[in-house]
């Protein structure tokens, strides 16, 4: 199958080679003392925070990264790989907003509202993992993002892609983790979720993102460098100039990770957005969006490292056109461009909300793009030279053996919320556009999906590992929904 590559190889040279020129001129912020001190001692100009990375360093740590590694499922038992070409979708992340299934207000998410997204996700075909895809507000700011796993955990088999907001959040994520699977050194042999580190645009490493990355060099956990450059704002308006700049970003974090920790897993992620100068906004449905996130993918595999992007995703507030054109365009493009994890399937208002009937229609773009993988098979079978023959002219192939035996293989059959009716078929059927086909297919799978539940014991001991974390907060059990 042809891959999308909007980079000749001299751009990809170009790119790295300024990236290159960025780092030992211009150099990144580093807020982190045992960051400093890594880079220091192997060999950067230290100024205070600021740090210049000569390119030697660069290209000897790059040698160091995995070309890939596998991600599994909670009990390890189905296993995913991450690197070439295999493509993973799952729902983004720490969207602030949700789009209520009853009413359809867009509302300020809460704690049921990310369970029922976990157990939607759990039931979707083309949705291979799960993702801290909200940030519940009735839950304390400081427990939010390890509550998120605690749910997941409950709740899904699936893997996960998450994040931690502080230093210590990431140490108790991964004792969750450890609790489930069986202890650390299960964990690390067989990872079940891969954590986000996010740069801040431009060239900055945060106290707590760039300990986020060092401690997962340390637990063998793969973590994802994620840049969000905005073009114009936070990063060059021109889309080279912003993959350069986000390179760089990634760079820096490759040097700190290998050297914390050679051969740590590292994924080359992005989530860049085009700034809108009429409104302010960040744009990350736009079409320069999804090009910068696909060329960027594009300069992870010339690094022989497994890649991310953010797309899938739209900067509509509904689910209607502007959505559906959005979301295909990026499920479509980062499939061709073979980027390995891709995050936002079901999101709207760019990172902010989260959509369980806009989730739904986004799993049937996924199954589409999984079908166009594929290819088109080209062999005796398919040929069909004999069944031609046979039918001859002004006959038909419905009831033949081979179209029997070939349906499944040769076209993806969608659910009913792709509408494939005839028009009068529609109108009989309620005339239902695709929004409400949607929200219909939600509250059917709500009712009566059951997702895998943990053996008893498990559970009994990740709800006593939850519980002794909040008594490390000063939070009782009783303030938190589901325990």
Known sequence: MPKLKLLSGSDVTDIH????????????????????????????TVESNLVKIPGSLVDEQLKKVQPEFTLYSRE?????????????????????????????????ANANDFRDLVRLTDA??????QSTAMVPS??????????????????????????????EGLTYMKNLLET????????????????????????????????????CAEFGIPAEIIPAPQMGATSPVSIAGTLVEANAEFLSGVVISQL?????PIVYGGSPSAF??????????????????????????????????YMGLSDSKATDGQGSFESGMGILLSALSGVNIVSGPGMQASENCQSLEKLVLDNEYCGAAYRLLEGIR?????????????????????GERHTRENLRREQYMPSSVLDRLSPDAWVKEGGKDSAVRARERVHDILNKHKPVVLPVGVESRLEDEMKKILKNYSLSPSHLPGL
């Open 276 to 309: 809108d100068m009429r409104y302010l906004t960040a744009r990350l449905g736009a079409v320069e969006s999804v090009m910068a996130a696909c060329a960027g993918a594009q300069m992870g595999k010339h690094y022989g490292v497994p890649t991310q992007g």
């Open 260 to 264: 914390a920790s050679p051969g740590t």
């Open 180 to 215: 489930v699977v069986g202890g650390e050194e299960e964990l690390r042999e067989k990872p079940r979720a891969i954590f986000d580190c996010c740069p801040s645009s431009p060239l900055m490493w945060s106290a707590v993102t760039c300990q986020n990355l060092l401690d």
């Open 124 to 129: 979707l075909e083309n949705i291979h993992a």
């Open 17 to 44: 080679a300024s990236s290159l020129e960025v780092l030992e001129k211009a150099g990144v912020i580093v807020k982190n003392n045992p960051a400093l001190k890594l880079l220091g001692d192997a060999g950067c």
């Open 378 to 398: 080209v062999d005796d079978v398919s040929l069909a030279t004999d069944v031609i023959t046979k039918v001859g002219p002004g006959g038909h192939f419905l």
């Open 138 to 167: 009735d839950v304390a700011e400081k427990i939010s993002d390890l509550y998120r796993l605690y749910l997941i955990l409950k709740n899904s088999s699936k893997p996960i892609i998450t994040g931690a907001f502080t230093i």
């Open 76 to 108: 390890g038992e189905k296993a995913y790989t991450v690197g070439g070409d295999n493509v993973i979708y799952n729902p983004g992340s720490a969207a602030i907003f949700f789009v209520d299934r009853e009413s359809g207000e867009m509302r300020r």
